[in-house]
């Protein structure tokens, strides 16, 4: 389907009653659709319509959980260039920070909780969940707070959107779901952050899975796509287009598309919740910062440490090189799982072939 894209403006918190839109060949039916114009800041759309679709069916199927103690203003988010407040949907939780999650297994079974990479959401694991669910395991997925649907606190003395943070956060979810003892997948460039919480509480990790993140010198650089949203005003402004900030953004990451169905789950926090660009700013400034170090301190640690660990890599990876992989892997003692015609986004661009890959290494490892 040829990708469309309406023009979205209009105060804070609005909503707008559309009807039929035709744009070229492609008709794109709006009847009585809830359009959100979120905060006022988000300017580029997309089709939507009243039937449901992708983005409601995994919205149902979520779970919020409160972790992580709300520092600042109780509630209060205001946008970080003007300090005006910002609309209903950028708002966080009364007294804590609130996650969206999706889990699938039994409760009583051996837990697993599968974390995301930036600009990406809980969703791309969907087709991960079931596989292991249906061999044994607990699934969980959640949204990092600043992304997906969990919460957007303000930048700031509110939430550093660094490395530190997200792993103080990370353990306030586990404590919060009362998991004593995880196994974690990690992908992508937040995957330094699981690596800090998980060396930290040893005790508390059954095994870990590297997916796709930076662990070499050479992986130290946000690859321009991601570096984008840092700059200086331009990252702000491109932050709040939803096609920009998201799939356009995915889609650079390795060789495959995303489906226009799938993209728009991907867009929607963009187009209700003008934080969320913010947010996306917040972190990829933290990571052009902080990601050198935090690497160096990763290869140091994991190097001594006696947790089974696994590196899996899709070999189609647009951002990450390949180069230095293999000789971490080797320095780590870590085995290293190659996965051909995966990207960057492995779990969004074969889920099955990385859900399989997961399913068989975590039985190995049992």
Same mark, same amino acid.
């Given at each position: 389907?040829?990708?469309?894209?309406?023009?979205?403006?209009?105060?804070?918190?609005?909503?707008?009653?559309?009807?039929?839109?035709?744009?070229?060949?492609?008709?794109?039916?709006?009847?009585?659709?809830?359009?959100?114009?979120?905060?006022?800041?988000?300017?580029?759309?997309?089709?939507?319509?009243?039937?449901?679709?992708?983005?409601?069916?995994?919205?149902?199927?979520?779970?919020?959980?409160?972790?992580?103690?709300?520092?600042?203003?109780? !509630? &209060?988010?205001?946008? #970080?260039?003007?300090? /005006?407040?910002? =609309?209903?949907? @950028? +708002?966080?939780?009364?007294?804590?920070?609130?996650?969206?999650?999706?889990?699938? !297994? &039994?409760?009583?079974? #051996?837990?697993?909780? /599968?974390?995301? =990479?930036?600009? @990406? +959401?809980?969703?791309?694991?969907?087709?991960?969940?079931?596989?292991?669910?249906?061999?044994?395991?607990?699934?969980?997925?959640?949204?990092?707070?600043?992304?997906?649907? @969990?919460?957007?606190?303000?930048?700031?003395?509110?939430?550093?959107?660094?490395?530190?943070?997200?792993?103080?956060?990370?353990?306030?979810?586990?404590?919060?779901?009362?998991?004593?003892?995880?196994?974690?997948?990690?992908?992508?460039?937040?995957?330094?952050?699981?690596?800090?919480?998980?060396?930290?509480?040893?005790?508390?990790?059954?095994?870990?899975?590297?997916?796709?993140?930076?662990?070499?010198?050479?992986?130290?650089?946000?690859?321009?796509?991601?570096?984008?949203?840092?700059?200086?005003?331009?990252?702000?402004?491109?932050?709040?287009?939803?096609?920009?900030?998201?799939?356009?953004?995915?889609?650079?990451?390795?060789?495959?598309?995303?489906?226009?169905?799938?993209?728009?789950?991907?867009?929607?926090?963009?187009?209700?919740?003008?934080?969320?660009?913010?947010?996306?700013?917040?972190?990829?400034?933290?990571?052009?910062?902080?990601?050198?170090?935090?690497?160096?301190?990763?290869?140091?640690?994991?190097?001594?440490?006696?947790?089974?660990?696994?590196?899996?890599?899709?070999?189609?990876?647009?951002?990450?090189?390949?180069?230095?992989?293999?000789?971490?892997?080797?320095?780590?003692?870590?085995?290293?799982?190659?996965?051909?015609?995966?990207?960057?986004?492995?779990?969004?661009?074969?889920?099955?072939?990385?859900?399989?890959?997961?399913?068989?290494?975590?039985?190995?490892?049992?």
């Amino acid at each position: 389907m040829t990708r469309q894209c309406q023009q979205l403006w209009g105060g804070r918190g609005q909503k707008s009653r559309v009807g039929r839109l035709q744009m070229g060949k492609d008709d794109y039916y709006l009847v009585d659709a809830d359009l959100s114009y979120g905060d006022g800041f988000s300017f580029a759309g997309g089709m939507y319509s009243q039937e449901p679709g992708p983005y409601e069916e995994w919205q149902e199927r979520g779970k919020i959980v409160e972790a992580y103690a709300l520092r600042g203003a109780k !509630g &209060e988010v205001k946008d #970080p260039i003007f300090g /005006l407040k910002m =609309g209903e949907n @950028s +708002q966080t939780g009364e007294s804590g920070l609130r996650w969206f999650y999706v889990e699938e !297994g &039994e409760e009583s079974a #051996p837990p697993v909780v /599968l974390l995301h =990479g930036v600009p @990406s +959401q809980a969703y791309s694991y969907r087709k991960v969940l079931p596989i292991l669910a249906e061999a044994g395991y607990r699934v969980i997925a959640p949204d990092w707070l600043g992304f997906g649907f @969990s919460d957007k606190p303000q930048p700031g003395p509110s939430f550093s959107y660094g490395l530190d943070e997200y792993q103080k956060a990370l353990g306030s979810f586990l404590d919060a779901l009362s998991l004593e003892k995880v196994t974690l997948v990690a992908q992508g460039h937040l995957a330094p952050a699981a690596i800090r919480w998980a060396t930290s509480n040893p005790d508390r990790v059954e095994r870990l899975v590297l997916l796709n993140a930076p662990v070499t010198s050479q992986h130290a650089k946000l690859p321009g796509a991601l570096s984008t949203f840092s700059t200086f005003l331009l990252g702000e402004v491109f932050a709040q287009d939803p096609i920009k900030a998201s799939d356009s953004t995915l889609n650079s990451c390795g060789p495959y598309v995303l489906d226009e169905q799938d993209a728009m789950v991907y867009r929607r926090p963009y187009l209700t919740a003008g934080m969320a660009g913010f947010a996306l700013t917040a972190v990829t400034r933290a990571l052009n910062k902080e990601l050198k170090g935090a690497i160096e301190v990763c290869q140091k640690e994991l190097a001594r440490w006696s947790v089974p660990t696994t590196l899996m890599w899709g070999r189609k990876d647009y951002w990450l090189k390949f180069d230095g992989v293999q000789e971490f892997a080797r320095s780590a003692n870590v085995p290293l799982v190659e996965l051909d015609q995966v990207g960057h986004h492995a779990q969004e661009d074969y889920g099955e072939v990385v859900g399989e890959a997961l399913r068989m290494e975590l039985r190995r490892q049992a």
